[in-house]
């Protein structure tokens, strides 16, 4: 029996858990504000298994797993066994004897599922190849503090159909919002998964996700313009050739000035100035960006109590 619950995708979670989940995420950030840490992992230990480099997301879960009142544990391949090829089975039910959690990034998905098949304790996706959930969290809880809900907004992505783009699919099926992807061709979003996120809308009968070609037309009305690197980590060799094909996908005033008047500009970071975003778009009056990047330890919190109480 697992103690806790893992957060690997959106799937395990439900559209009211999600919305109790920025509701409480919003109570630590007043909570911290006003100098107060509210404590609600005291003594818990987080293993933060990180296969791939990260500022924002190790340092934003340690930093929340200390303010719960507990610690967190960094492995990285080149410090720990997990780099000379221990399996991934063994050190879930090692760290399983240790820790209370595991934060894991790393490429395939189907590793991050097979931790959490092995360990004995919660598992949370630090980003995969796949999906980057906790980040999309904090894109959702920052929508939600500047809008004052998630629902309702005209939601565009601008750029690769990668892990970011995936998880915005899977929260836009779950919440049932209306997102509109602009990807070059051969670029687009995974069909399966696209697929099932469309079939959960026909489900529901809210929401509509839809993907097309052309930035400027996805970016007109936008609420909310999101976008990410090119070229995610582990595909620098393809970094070239990927900016060949999203030539016209950067984030820039032009195709700002198409978005809604009071638009929200957001990017997961780190930030390419001048290939997905430009710097006065990322630095201008609609980017939402560093409130965007403080939110993930307001949301980490939420996540950890969530899956490690
Ligand atoms: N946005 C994000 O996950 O950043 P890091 O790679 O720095 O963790
Ligand atoms: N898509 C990017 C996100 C980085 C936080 C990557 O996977 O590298």
Same mark, same amino acid.
């Given at each position: 029996m697992?103690r806790?619950?893992?957060?690997?995708?959106f799937a395990?979670?439900?559209a009211?858990e999600?919305? +109790?989940?920025l509701?409480?995420?919003?109570?630590?950030k007043?909570?911290r504000?006003?100098g107060?840490?509210?404590?609600?992992?005291?003594?818990?230990?987080l293993?933060?298994i990180?296969e791939?480099?990260s500022t924002?997301?190790?340092?934003?879960?340690e930093v929340?797993m200390?303010?719960?009142?507990?610690?967190?544990?960094?492995?990285?391949?080149?410090?720990?066994q997990?780099?000379? @090829?221990?399996?991934i089975?063994d050190?879930?039910?090692v760290l399983?004897?240790? !820790?209370h959690g595991? =934060?894991?990034?790393?490429f395939?998905?189907?590793? +991050?599922?097979?931790?959490?098949?092995?360990?004995?304790?919660?598992?949370?996706? /630090?980003l995969?190849?796949?999906l980057h959930? !906790?980040q =999309?969290?904090?894109?959702?809880?920052?929508?939600?503090?500047l809008?004052?809900d998630?629902?309702g907004?005209r939601?565009?992505w601008?750029?690769? @159909?990668?892990?970011?783009?995936?998880?915005?699919?899977e929260?836009?099926?779950?919440?049932?919002?209306d997102?509109v992807l602009?990807c070059?061709e /051969?670029?687009?979003?995974?069909?399966a998964?696209l697929a099932?996120?469309?079939?959960q809308?026909a489900a529901? /009968?809210?929401?509509r996700i839809?993907?097309?070609?052309?930035?400027?037309?996805a970016?007109r009305?936008?609420d909310v313009?999101?976008?990410? =690197?090119?070229a995610?980590?582990?595909?620098e060799?393809?970094?070239a050739l990927?900016?060949r094909?999203?030539?016209?996908?950067?984030v820039?005033?032009?195709?700002?000035a198409?978005?809604?008047?009071?638009?929200i500009?957001?990017? !997961?970071?780190p930030?390419?100035?001048g290939?997905e975003?430009s710097?006065?778009?990322l630095e201008g009056?609609?980017?939402?960006?560093w409130?965007q990047?403080?939110?993930?330890?307001h949301v980490?919190?939420?996540?950890l109590e969530? !899956?490690?109480?």
């Amino acid at each position: 029996m697992k103690r806790g619950r893992d957060l690997l995708s959106f799937a395990s979670l439900t559209a009211a858990e999600l919305h +109790a989940l920025l509701a409480r995420t919003a109570l630590f950030k007043e909570a911290r504000a006003r100098g107060e840490l509210i404590r609600t992992l005291p003594g818990r230990t987080l293993g933060m298994i990180f296969e791939k480099p990260s500022t924002r997301t190790r340092v934003s879960f340690e930093v929340a797993m200390v303010e719960l009142g507990g610690h967190a544990v960094y492995l990285a391949p080149e410090g720990s066994q997990i780099g000379r @090829g221990e399996p991934i089975a063994d050190t879930a039910r090692v760290l399983g004897g240790y !820790c209370h959690g595991i =934060v894991i990034r790393t490429f395939a998905q189907e590793r +991050a599922e097979e931790l959490a098949r092995w360990a004995p304790i919660p598992v949370v996706n /630090g980003l995969t190849d796949r999906l980057h959930p !906790c980040q =999309v969290l904090a894109d959702l809880f920052t929508v939600h503090e500047l809008r004052g809900d998630v629902v309702g907004a005209r939601y565009v992505w601008i750029g690769d @159909g990668n892990n970011m783009a995936a998880s915005w699919i899977e929260a836009a099926a779950l919440l049932g919002l209306d997102l509109v992807l602009a990807c070059p061709e /051969g670029y687009d979003p995974d069909a399966a998964l696209l697929a099932e996120a469309r079939a959960q809308i026909a489900a529901t /009968g809210r929401g509509r996700i839809e993907v097309v070609r052309d930035p400027r037309a996805a970016a007109r009305g936008a609420d909310v313009l999101s976008t990410d =690197v090119w070229a995610s980590m582990g595909q620098e060799q393809e970094a070239a050739l990927r900016a060949r094909a999203f030539a016209g996908f950067c984030v820039d005033d032009a195709l700002l000035a198409l978005a809604a008047p009071d638009a929200i500009v957001l990017h !997961c970071l780190p930030a390419h100035r001048g290939e997905e975003i430009s710097a006065s778009v990322l630095e201008g009056p609609h980017s939402a960006v560093w409130r965007q990047a403080e939110n993930r330890l307001h949301v980490q919190k939420a996540v950890l109590e969530l !899956c490690l109480s």
